[in-house]
């Protein structure tokens, strides 16, 4: 508490010392606790109440995964559902996003990949493509 606020608690009680008036201690945790809930009261209205929770936060991953899944048409996880990605107008343009490999002749070029990520082309495929194998398996019983 402020010092004003618990120099008023304590004249209060001293005057009740000096006049010989005997008081419990729950008297004195009473009024402290009154002070207190004045206080707040009155300090409410210069709270900032910020948001309770921040979620739907989306990693490039998640964005990337998202737009393979839908390149491919398959069916995105749960997590990814409410996912936004840009959309991808091909296998090409996923391969010289992720690898930088405008000549097409293999391997991995960091200063000319369009997207910083940790996702790898190889296994944005591979899961895409086995989701297929496996939907197709799943219709054919």
Same mark, same amino acid.
């Given at each position: 508490?402020?010092?004003?606020?618990?120099?008023?608690?304590?004249?209060?009680?001293?005057?009740?010392?000096?006049?010989?008036?005997?008081?419990?201690?729950?008297?004195?945790?009473?009024?402290?606790?009154?002070?207190?809930?004045?206080?707040?009261?009155?300090?409410?209205?210069?709270?900032?109440?910020?948001?309770?929770?921040?979620?739907?936060?989306?990693?490039?991953?998640?964005?990337?995964?998202?737009?393979?899944? +839908? $390149?491919? !048409?398959?069916?995105?996880?749960? /997590?990814?559902?409410?996912?936004?990605? %840009?959309?991808? *107008? @091909?296998?090409?343009?996923?391969?010289?996003?992720?690898?930088?490999?405008? +000549? $097409?002749? !293999?391997?991995?070029?960091?200063? /000319?990949?369009?997207?910083?990520?940790? %996702?790898?082309? *190889? @296994?944005?495929?591979?899961?895409?493509?086995?989701?297929?194998?496996?939907?197709?398996?799943?219709?054919?019983?």
């Amino acid at each position: 508490m402020p010092a004003p606020i618990q120099q008023r608690v304590e004249r209060k009680f001293l005057k009740l010392v000096d006049a010989g008036t005997p008081f419990e201690p729950s008297d004195l945790e009473a009024s402290v606790q009154e002070e207190q809930e004045m206080l707040s009261s009155l300090t409410a209205a210069g709270t900032i109440q910020g948001p309770s929770r921040i979620n739907g936060m989306v990693t490039t991953n998640d964005a990337i995964e998202a737009a393979v899944a +839908d $390149l491919f !048409g398959v069916k995105r996880e749960a /997590r990814l559902a409410s996912v936004k990605p %840009a959309r991808l *107008t @091909g296998i090409r343009e996923l391969y010289l996003m992720l690898t930088g490999d405008y +000549d $097409l002749h !293999g391997g991995y070029y960091g200063e /000319r990949i369009q997207l910083a990520t940790t %996702a790898d082309f *190889t @296994g944005l495929v591979k899961n895409a493509l086995n989701k297929i194998i496996n939907n197709q398996w799943e219709l054919l019983g």
